[in-house]
């Protein structure tokens, strides 16, 4: 393969990672806040549980997506080192 495809197949790798990485920020966020507004809704509260699984989804999201993130970039220097080798 020749550089400028490697450059592109590289490249295209990283944007997969970064939309992916912050899909696994949001989505924790938006389900906290869409499960915390149901609940609220059908026990009558004020807005406590929406406001506590949102903060929630707030702390979750940004841990999924470092071990996520980690965890693909490993494999992708391993499969790199495979290929050179």
Do not use: C
């Not at 940004?62 to 996520?68: G, N, S, V």
């Amino acid at each position: 393969m020749s550089q400028g495809q490697e450059d592109w197949k590289e490249a295209i790798w990283a944007i997969a990672v970064a939309t992916q990485a912050g899909g696994a920020i949001a989505f924790p966020v938006l389900m906290g806040l869409a499960v915390g507004w149901w609940i609220d809704n059908r026990l009558h509260t004020l807005p406590w549980i929406t406001l506590l699984l949102t903060l929630v989804g707030i702390v979750v999201g940004p841990i999924i997506a470092y071990r996520w993130v980690t965890g693909s970039v490993k494999q992708h220097m391993r499969d790199r080192n495979k290929e050179d080798a």
